[in-house]
């Protein structure tokens, strides 16, 4: 028995009781109750109903690989390779990093319901309760060197965020890496989702890429309190939306975008990006491993540098190990 089948049973939301999920999947009612004391551990707020079982606190709704590929425009249907739906891996970035090293891993797209090991840039930890969230991975291969995927990271936010915006939200960008949303009943920015682009392959010729996303969906009152920085859950402002309407539409734009990229680069997105910058003409901190010097931000380039102001000269920001934030 695995926690996925055990979720899927449980995300219409009625109460079940351990005998009835016992049946289902051909365990004891201990075995269930050992799962569910599992899900609680790995943060899925459980209900227990006396005398009658069991119910998620959050109805859920899992991703089905072809509900997300009915609702694929024709071209994405075209650019896609494969798509994968898995209940539980270590990380979707490790999973099509295997697909390349086997010959596979162009054009696909691979979704996870629960990453034991995923991380975000510099390292940092992602992880959020089964279902609660839209993880995935995709992966592409470009015949020209790392040059050609200057602003990559960049672009894919401007994706994101256009999706985000055709169903009535209005996202920010944080350079170089993250989705911002107004925090539930504040003004406050406070952290959607993050990108992870990672390269492999000839700084010359064939590099393969893969560019993981994060995106809290819900988010349990005792995560948002462990979570040290402010964040946001799409849910809270649009709680109807379909996750695998929403895994669709993220999945066309991204394969839309990726099909250009290596031919356009980044001089298509860079306005729409800037349009978005959440912390333009604004006093920043720059993070650069154990430095931090006050700037204020300007806009980015054509490569998806940013451009600051320190001290009254301008200084260029180019990706890598370099954060930024709001200066209060």
Not at 281 to 296: E, K, L, M, S, Y
Request: net charge negative.
């Amino acid at each position: 028995m695995s926690i996925g089948h055990l979720m899927r049973l449980l995300s219409d939301g009625d109460v079940h009781s351990g005998e009835q999920l016992g049946n289902a999947l051909g365990v004891s009612r201990a075995a269930v109750w050992k799962q569910l004391k599992k899900l609680e551990a790995l943060g899925v707020e459980l209900v227990a109903v006396k005398g009658r079982g069991y119910r998620l606190a959050q109805p859920l709704e899992p991703l089905v690989g072809a509900r997300i590929v009915e609702r694929l425009p024709a071209q994405a249907r075209h650019h896609l390779a494969r798509l994968f739906v898995e209940d539980q891996l270590p990380s979707s970035n490790a999973y099509l990093r295997e697909r390349f090293e086997q010959g596979a891993g162009h054009a696909e797209v691979c979704f996870v319901e629960l990453q034991t090991a995923g991380r975000g840039r510099r390292g940092r930890i992602w992880t959020t309760p089964w279902g609660q969230s839209l993880m995935l991975s995709v992966g592409w291969r470009f015949e020209a060197g790392v040059t050609a995927l200057e602003g990559l990271s960049l672009a894919v936010g401007v994706v994101i965020a256009q999706v985000l915006e055709q169903h009535g939200v209005a996202p920010q960008l944080k350079w170089p890496n993250d989705i911002l949303m107004a925090q539930r009943d504040s003004d406050e920015l406070g952290k959607l989702a993050g990108i992870l682009v990672e390269v492999t392959g000839d700084a010359a010729g064939p590099c393969e890429v893969v560019i993981g996303m994060g995106m809290n969906l819900h988010l349990p009152e005792a995560m948002r309190a462990a979570i040290e920085q402010p964040v946001a859950a799409l849910f809270d402002a649009l709680p109807s939306l379909s996750r695998n309407q929403l895994a669709a539409d993220v999945v066309a734009g991204l394969l839309d975008m990726l099909a250009g990229f290596e031919q356009q680069g980044f001089v298509p997105w860079r306005e729409a990006w800037n349009q978005r910058h959440a912390y333009a003409d604004q006093p920043i901190r720059v993070i650069q491993g154990g430095q931090v010097t006050d700037a204020v931000a300007g806009e980015v380039d054509d490569s998806g540098n940013l451009w600051v102001t320190e001290s009254g000269q301008p200084r260029r920001l180019s990706g890598g190990e370099i954060s930024v934030r709001r200066r209060l």
